[in-house]
Nanobody, 128 residues
Framework: QVDLVEFGGGLVQAGGSLRLSCAATGHFFNTGTLGWFRQAPGKEREFVAAISWSDSRTSYAESVKGRFTISKNNAENTVYVYLQMNSLVTEDTAVYSC???????????????????WGQGTQVTVSS
């Protein structure tokens, strides 16, 4: 069981930057991948980015490639997963959640059903 807590959301103007953080604690024995998802009002939850546990291989949704960067840092009892978001646009407004998956690699697109543990989410609002 992995517990996840996100922080760092807020209000930012279009074109600006924001960094989200996720603190993951618990038992990582079966953790293969950590990821970020987002859900805008009235829309389905969508994949944003993922990073593999073992070699930090990353993958991104097409809509954020070149603008967002996912990274992680292993501390003593906590793993921190970051999402650096640059060149933000109003369409990036959503609740962002981090998640943990037991899947190590995937050749097809990630979706929410691949992830078993979720944080509570943090609001990101991009104003025009």
């Amino acid at each position: 069981q992995v517990d996840l807590v996100e922080f760092g959301g807020g209000l930012v103007q279009a074109g600006g930057s924001l960094r989200l953080s996720c603190a993951a604690t618990g038992h990582f024995f079966n953790t293969g991948t950590l990821g970020w998802f987002r859900q805008a009002p009235g829309k389905e939850r969508e994949f944003v980015a993922a990073i593999s546990w073992s070699d930090s291989r990353t993958s991104y949704a097409e809509s954020v490639k070149g603008r967002f960067t996912i990274s992680k840092n292993n501390a003593e009892n906590t793993v921190y997963v970051y999402l650096q978001m640059n060149s933000l646009v109003t369409e990036d407004t959503a609740v962002y959640s981090c998640a943990a998956s037991g899947i190590l690699y995937k050749t097809t697109a990630w979706d929410s059903t691949d992830f078993r543990s979720w944080g509570q989410g943090t609001q990101v609002t991009v104003s025009s």
